[in-house]
């Protein structure tokens, strides 16, 4: 089975701070996401990975990077924290980009920042 | 440019069959995902199309049609458990692109 894993299930932060959010698969996968998630808008691409430091803008990528040095390991970082990105954050993988290839999620990271 | 809709709340009751749209409009469509997504928990996939048609899998099935922008899911004999968020994606490239999902509450 894959496995997406994400480092925290809940984080608690102070504004301006710099926050990491780590997420790592275990399938070999090409591709990751990152989304955040919130009540009325849905899951909303953030950026997303498609090789070792390769890079996408998903939807709404302001205030956020993204970093993947490895394979396996895809990092999202909020440079300077607000009250606004408090949001569940949910990565994904998929294999490749193939037609029907299904991504997988992990299990989230609800951020709180204050 | 992207925008897909479907609805925000249904709700049906055990036994009984509902179904779920999705309308899209995304450049570079290359498919059409549907991910069931409990309270507090992660989408795990239900099912994929990319040609028109019905694609099948037990109670669940789902619908495409590529000329209307238009999919389906179908969810028959209801379960208290199929209480749920459906999310339609439709894949762009690499991405998946979803919507804001459709809550479905089943009483019994």
């Known amino acids: 089975d894959v496995k997406v894993t994400q480092s925290s299930r809940y984080l608690v932060k102070r504004t301006g701070e710099k926050v990491f959010l780590e997420c790592v698969q275990d399938?070999?996968?090409?591709?990751m996401f990152w989304y955040r998630q919130d009540p009325g808008l849905g899951l909303r691409l953030i950026y997303f990975s498609y090789d070792v430091k390769m890079k996408e803008k998903g939807d709404i990528p302001e205030g956020y990077s993204v970093s993947r040095e490895k394979k396996e390991r895809f990092s999202l970082i909020l440079e300077s924290a607000s009250t606004n990105q408090t949001s569940m954050y949910l990565c994904?993988?998929?294999?490749?980009?193939?037609?029907?290839?299904?991504?997988?999620f992990g299990q989230g990271t609800r951020l709180t920042v204050v | 440019g992207q925008n897909i809709d479907q609805p925000t709340e249904m709700t049906a009751t055990e036994g009984a069959i509902v179904q779920i749209n999705c309308t899209y409009q995304t450049s570079g469509f290359n498919g059409l995902f549907w991910y069931q997504q409990h309270a507090g928990e992660a989408p795990t996939f239900l099912s994929y199309n990319v040609l028109d048609g019905l694609e099948e899998k037990g109670r669940f099935s789902s619908f495409l049609s590529r000329s209307k922008g238009y999919s389906y899911l179908l969810l028959k004999e209801l379960q208290m458990k199929d209480s749920a968020s459906y999310l339609c994606?439709?894949?762009?490239?690499?991405?998946?692109?979803f919507g804001k999902g459709t809550t479905l509450s089943v009483s019994s």
């Open positions: 399938m070999d996968h090409e591709n």
């Open positions: 994904a993988s998929r294999r490749d980009r193939g037609p029907g290839t299904e991504a997988f």
């Open positions: 994606a439709a894949q762009k490239g690499t991405a998946l692109i």
